[in-house]
């Protein structure tokens, strides 16, 4: 059953595992937490059965959406590992020792699309 908890320093962890038992409108929000929600969006992989993935997008409603990849990727929604989705609130971001510093030699800290610099 998914879930979540949260760890002495306040980071969120989710457990458990979901299945897509109907496709169609609205199926790819796997549910909402009642707790715990980011101050924004968060993006991770998540495993799916037979060495497939999905992406996960975590809202600041508590929203937990499945994005498919695009083809001629497969996935096998029967199986959708939450377990190692860890994130941090926002206390935790500008200004903490949880920031790093980009590679600028390869990477842009401005990526664009409304996301801020790591």
């Given at each position: 059953m998914p879930a979540w908890y949260t760890d002495g320093d306040g980071v969120v962890h989710l457990q458990g595992?979901?299945?897509l038992v109907s496709s169609g409108n609205g199926s790819d929000l796997l549910g909402t937490m009642t707790g715990g929600a980011p101050d924004r969006d968060v993006y991770t992989i998540a495993h799916s059965l037979g060495g497939t993935y999905v992406d996960i997008v975590i809202n600041?409603?508590?929203?937990?959406?499945?994005?498919?990849?695009?083809?001629?990727?497969?996935?096998?929604?029967?199986?959708?590992?939450?377990?190692?989705?860890?994130?941090?609130?926002?206390?935790?971001?500008?200004?903490?020792?949880?920031?790093?510093?980009?590679?600028?030699?390869?990477?842009?800290?401005s990526a664009g699309y409304g996301s801020v610099t790591p």
């Amino acid at each position: 059953m998914p879930a979540w908890y949260t760890d002495g320093d306040g980071v969120v962890h989710l457990q458990g595992a979901a299945q897509l038992v109907s496709s169609g409108n609205g199926s790819d929000l796997l549910g909402t937490m009642t707790g715990g929600a980011p101050d924004r969006d968060v993006y991770t992989i998540a495993h799916s059965l037979g060495g497939t993935y999905v992406d996960i997008v975590i809202n600041p409603l508590g929203q937990i959406y499945v994005i498919d990849p695009k083809p001629p990727m497969v996935t096998d929604d029967r199986f959708v590992s939450l377990e190692g989705i860890d994130y941090a609130p926002r206390s935790y971001w500008p200004g903490s020792p949880y920031v790093f510093a980009v590679n600028t030699a390869s990477w842009s800290g401005s990526a664009g699309y409304g996301s801020v610099t790591p």
